[in-house]
């Protein structure tokens, strides 16, 4: 995926539908559904929650690939969560 695409205007179709594809791929290769990517999505809210304001509607959760140590591609679970404020008596 080329993050640094994500600040252009607009993305060639082709390359969007890469980019799914490769989420596809990644999410099949680590026998994650996304009924089970959803139920870490809600755990990671409620747990998160207890301590943080977060913005749900911009909250990203996605599995990718990084490669260790030994050169092997492992799955990586990846959350861009954005946080509006601390909760009170959590500073």
């Known amino acids: ?8 205007k607009k993305s060639p179709s082709k390359d969007v539908a890469k980019d799914r594809l490769k989420l596809v791929l990644i999410h099949d290769r680590a026998n994650v559904s996304t009924q089970l990517l959803e139920m870490l999505k809600t755990d990671i809210i409620k747990v998160i929650g207890n301590y943080m304001e977060i913005d749900e509607a911009e909250l990203d959760i996605q599995i990718s690939q990084a490669t260790n140590d030994g050169g092997a591609n492992v799955p990586m679970l990846v959350a861009n969560i954005p946080i509006l404020s601390l909760k009170k008596g959590t500073r």
Do not use: I, T, V
């Not at 995926?1 to 252009?8: G, I, T």
């Open 1 to 8: 995926m080329d993050f640094f695409n994500l600040f252009s």
